[in-house]
């Protein structure tokens, strides 16, 4: 039985590029999440997609924060022109209804140079 | 954003030791949870608490949700060495979904 993945488990940019994170929810999970995890923190709620709803996208720090999920299943967290205090570990996590347990991936470590 | 204040912020313990660590928070939730993270993991749920006073086992793991609403403990007794890693408490609102808002954390090192 898979769990959650995320790809790619190691990111390195330099200052302004774009970048796309991706994440496979368990298979037939509803409900999608992506938080942002900076060192030595918490997770920190990012958005939240009910098929290919984005149906809350109040923690996403800037406009330069995109994400997606256009056919329910995968989705993908896109950061334009990054900045340093973008360096973090991005968590998505699913779970099968809103209510239910939530389930994480081992996350996306992001360093940016 | 906000965070759940948890103490003590790191902690190293003998095996065999309990432990206890706890979390506040200024607003009122309606579910409570505890988290573990491994390194390079994402983290894993390990108890649930869905009442104020609830008292909840989960093996070695006792946790609670106080009355207030607005804490809740976490107890591990005989500590073991893969008890290690990081325990983070999390509150939920009521309704709609489970936007989470997780604590700053309590790492945990055993000392075999």
């Known amino acids: 039985g898979a769990g959650v993945s995320q790809s790619p488990r190691y990111k390195v940019a330099k200052r302004g590029q774009d970048v796309a994170l991706r994440c496979d929810p368990i298979?037939?999970?509803?409900?999608l999440f992506w938080y942002q995890q900076a060192l030595g923190q918490g997770p920190e709620f990012l958005t939240y997609?009910?098929?290919?709803?984005?149906?809350?996208k109040s923690g996403l720090p800037s406009d330069r924060f995109f994400a997606e999920r256009p056919e329910g299943s995968v989705s993908t967290l896109k950061i334009q022109r990054t900045q340093q205090e973008d360096s973090a570990v991005y968590l998505c996590?699913?779970?099968?209804?809103?209510?239910?347990?939530?389930?994480f991936g081992p996350g996306t470590r992001l360093l940016v140079l | 954003g906000q965070q759940l204040n948890q103490s003590p912020q790191s902690m190293f313990i003998q095996e065999g030791e309990d432990v206890s660590m706890n979390c506040t928070s200024s607003?009122?939730?309606?579910?409570w949870l505890w988290y573990k993270q491994d390194p390079g993991e994402g983290p894993v749920l390990l108890i649930a608490?869905?009442?104020?006073?609830e008292l909840t086992s989960n093996g070695r793991l006792t946790a609670q949700f106080g009355i207030s609403r607005k804490d809740s403990f976490l107890n591990i007794s005989a500590s073991i060495p893969s008890d290690v890693g990081i325990y983070f408490c999390?509150?939920?609102?009521?309704?709609?979904?489970?936007?989470?808002?997780f604590g700053t954390g309590t790492k945990l090192q055993v000392i075999p």
């Open positions: 996590a699913s779970s099968l209804y809103s209510q239910e347990t939530q389930y």
């Open positions: 298979s037939g999970h509803v409900s």
């Open positions: 997609f009910q098929n290919e709803a984005q149906l809350d």
């Open positions: 607003s009122i939730f309606n579910t």
């Open positions: 608490l869905y009442k104020a006073g």
């Open positions: 999390a509150g939920l609102h009521s309704g709609g979904y489970q936007k989470v808002t």
